[in-house]
């Protein structure tokens, strides 16, 4: 990802309409979980500039980021994590059994052997403690976004869950996310090929006067995802323990 991007990033967390509808959706998938998760610490593996601090610290348990990029993590500061870490999530600087709750939020895809992410998930987390993976959905979903981001893959959701299934985390939930949006975005992103356009990055794109209106159509799903698992949006979520 280009250096600049963790600075915008950080600059919109907060109002863009794609980050609070993630953080609305993934709060209510979370929060039925939490009792069963042991006590400890929680891991923002691959934390970006502070995207999802928000959506961690209500659960009010010491919180760590890690991010291979000096540059995230010194944005990520203002954030008020609990420390942070430089590192790669292929080699996670912690003892076995350390997390309670690891997050790998948009992480695996910008790896090019993305089970050893999902081996070192496995590692650091405490038995009967939580994952949870969020990806990119659908390789026919396939943008500029995934290009200036440095993806190498988007997934389906039987992908994912054979990828964590095959690291020996036993999957509770798997469910698509952002669905209302799928098919504008599709459109969108086929013009954007079709006429050559390339912006820096699609957060450029729309005008603020949207965020609301798409952030709406984004949080209306809270309480579908709450009871159904959902085939089809931009993302895939999965929720997955490791064994006791």
């Keep these: 990802m280009h250096p600049d991007l963790f600075t915008e990033l950080h600059a919109i967390k907060s109002r863009h309409w794609w980050y609070r509808?993630?953080?609305?959706?993934?709060?209510?998938?979370?929060?039925?979980?939490l009792q069963a998760v042991p006590s400890g610490p929680i891991l923002d593996l691959g934390s970006?500039?502070?995207?999802?601090?928000?959506?961690?610290?209500?659960?009010?348990?010491?919180?760590f980021a890690l991010d291979s990029e000096l540059e995230s993590l010194r944005?990520?500061?203002d954030s008020h994590y609990t420390?942070?870490?430089?590192?790669?999530?292929?080699a996670v600087p912690f003892r076995e059994h350390t997390f309670a709750l690891v997050l790998a939020a948009d992480i695996l895809e910008h790896v090019g052997d993305d089970s050893t992410v999902a081996d070192e998930i496995l590692r650091v987390l405490k038995?009967?403690?939580l994952a949870v993976v969020v990806v990119p959905a659908f390789k026919s979903l396939w943008g500029w976004q995934d290009e200036v981001s440095g993806h190498h893959r988007r997934y389906s959701p039987a992908a994912i869950r054979k990828r964590l299934t095959n690291s020996g985390l036993d999957v509770v939930r798997t469910t698509c996310m952002n669905t209302l949006l799928t098919l504008p975005i599709f459109a969108a992103r086929k013009m954007l090929r079709l006429t050559n356009l390339a912006p820096r990055s699609e957060n450029q794109i729309l005008p603020d006067v949207l965020n609301p209106?798409?952030?709406a159509i984004f949080a209306v799903e809270k309480p579908i995802v709450c009871r159904w698992d959902i085939p089809f949006g931009t993302s895939v979520v999965c929720l997955a323990r490791r064994p006791i």
């Design 21 to 33: 509808g993630r953080r609305t959706v993934l709060n209510a998938l979370i929060r039925p979980h």
């Design 75 to 77: 944005i990520c500061q």
């Design 127 to 129: 038995p009967g403690g």
């Design 48 to 63: 970006g500039p502070g995207t999802n601090h928000d959506l961690l610290e209500p659960f009010a348990r010491p919180l």
């Design 213 to 215: 209106i798409l952030y």
């Design 83 to 90: 420390c942070g870490t430089l590192a790669d999530a292929v």
